[in-house]
């Protein structure tokens, strides 16, 4: 998932960031043994510490990162764990408001053009190294440099300078009402020691600020330790142990029976169910995610914007989401959830099989119309709203053709466009330049279907650089409705988010845009 793609992607976010999430497939966890412990029956994994002090907490999640360079990797599963190891300069908090992190504080010009930030003091990477402004100008520089995924959000950095060890100032060529978003709203804007990109593999090991060190990855999870030098509280727990459990059931099971403490790989159909249950606490919350299918442009009869529309009439969006996610989502016919202040309400696309049936006759190469639509089972939701709109579009004139893939194919194909259309999510967006600007403008960095609408741009463009915040949302509303009007995106929901932990674990904070954070947990007594 992108995050800011489930960020691909994202992510991650995107986001991917899209739920472009980690790639391969995650290997099923040994259930007699989760963490590899030597400990079949799991009972040492709440007892390192009789205080309830320490000891390593056991995560199960969905699917396995693709890597670990914070400024490469657009996969949410690899900035689940990234989440523990990196820090930004600021960081949201549970609310999406940013706080201090590596800097303590900031200052901004009378005309918004330069930021300047001060750095905290007596923070060391986990090499040992002392962090200062040089970290901060060569990690943001690599990523403008190197043309990353992340470079759209320096689009407007004019200037990046070490003023003395203890402050960075950025200078911009337009003000950027979305700065602190762009530079700390997720772990792909990490700082990373001075020229560690070139002297390590980044890829595969991890040289953060954050509370616990990047141990050990192999085929069957990751494991993190906390890190005594951290410049916050230490951690509570010694370490950290990811597991890869592809399979919801599987992870529920391990979650009940104490092989586990924690998941975010909760069946849909189980939720309501688990309510009440006193061997798992449920936490569920409005999330600031997406999910979404994309049809690839660059292709006829997709590249008609009448056929896309016509698609997007064929589908009812309640029975998808009901079948995706039993009722923990809300349908949406655009990005924005209702429970943000960006959310604008615009949804042209009641379920009408009739009018989906003449706009896609009229303008098909074929009939019946065939789509391959790429789902991945990592990511089960995409596959059980595949069928759905499988059926639906079936009645209207499109042969739906479900393929699916590992996510690392998944990801290959998005990349090189070998596709009809696909399925997926991105997550962790705050601002709307992050719900909109990489996926939809002629140039975006994210924009895999190949939308493009000079209006459209101009109208991102202009709402990027907009301080008042109503003239902003008003801009961002009037490019909203084009895209889903042009159909860049057929948006289908905005999901809970849904986490289960064991009963008695504390200091675990569920959160809207799925940042993980497992520093300040205490594993059950």
Not at 269 to 288: K, M
Request: proline share 6%; aromatic share 10%; glycine share 8%.
């Amino acid at each position: 998932m992108n995050r800011g793609k489930v960020r691909g992607h994202a992510v991650a976010l995107a986001v991917i960031a899209l739920v472009s999430a980690g790639c391969g497939g995650g290997d099923d966890v040994d259930l007699d043994d989760p963490a590899g412990s030597g400990d079949p029956d799991g009972s040492n994994l709440d007892q390192d510490d009789p205080d309830g002090q320490g000891g390593t907490l056991v995560a199960a999640i969905s699917a396995q990162p693709d890597q670990f360079d914070p400024h490469k990797t657009q996969a949410y599963a690899s900035f689940q764990i990234l989440e523990n190891v990196y820090d930004t300069l600021v960081v949201p908090d549970a609310e999406g408001e940013f706080q201090p992190s590596l800097a303590t504080e900031w200052t901004t010009s009378e005309d918004g053009l330069t930021w300047t930030f001060t750095l905290r003091d007596g923070v060391t990477f986990h090499d040992g190294s002392a962090f200062d402004s040089a970290d901060v100008v060569y990690s943001f520089n690599r990523i403008i440099d190197e043309q990353l995924a992340n470079a759209y959000r320096f689009a407007s950095v004019a200037d990046i300078q070490a003023t003395d060890p203890r402050t960075v100032t950025i200078t911009l060529s337009t003000p950027t009402p979305a700065l602190l978003d762009n530079i700390g709203g997720f772990k792909g804007m990490s700082i990373i020691p001075e020229g560690a990109a070139e002297a390590t593999d980044l890829a595969t090991t991890a040289i953060g600020t954050g509370p616990f060190t990047l141990e050990d990855a192999g085929a069957g999870g990751v494991t993190l330790a906390r890190y005594d030098d951290y410049w916050g509280d230490p951690a509570i727990v010694d370490g950290v142990e990811f597991q890869y459990v592809s399979e919801p059931a599987a992870a529920l099971t391990a979650l009940r029976s104490g092989d586990v403490h924690w998941t975010d790989n909760v069946p849909p159909q189980d939720i309501e169910g688990l309510e009440d249950d006193e061997e798992v606490e449920l936490g569920v919350t409005p999330s600031v995610d997406y999910w979404y299918l994309a049809m690839n442009e660059a292709r006829p009869p997709f590249d008609n914007r009448d056929f896309r529309r016509g698609v997007a009439f064929g589908i009812d969006r309640d029975e998808v989401t009901e079948a995706a996610r039993f009722g923990a989502a809300t349908t949406n016919q655009s990005a924005i959830p209702e429970q943000s202040l960006w959310y604008h309400e615009y949804a042209p696309f009641e379920h009408d099989p009739d009018q989906a049936t003449d706009l896609i006759g009229a303008n098909s190469t074929a009939s019946p119309q065939p789509m391959g639509l790429m789902v991945t089972d990592e990511y089960p939701e995409t596959v059980q709203a595949a069928q759905v709109i499988q059926a639906q579009l079936a009645e209207v004139g499109v042969e739906v053709g479900i393929e699916q893939e590992t996510f690392a194919t998944w990801l290959d194909r998005q990349a090189a466009g070998d596709y009809d259309a696909f399925l997926l999510g991105w997550l962790g967006n705050l601002d709307p330049f992050g719900f909109y600007h990489a996926q939809h403008v002629c140039e975006g960095t994210s924009n895999f279907q190949g939308y493009c609408n000079p209006e459209v741009d101009d109208l991102l463009t202009q709402a990027a650089a907009e301080t008042d915040q109503d003239a902003r949302k008003a801009l961002y509303d009037q490019a909203a409705e084009l895209i889903v009007d042009d159909v860049s995106y057929l948006y289908l929901y905005n999901p809970d988010v849904v986490q289960a932990w064991a009963p008695g674990l504390e200091g675990y904070e569920i959160r809207p845009d799925k940042a993980i954070n497992f520093e300040t947990v205490r594993l059950p007594e």
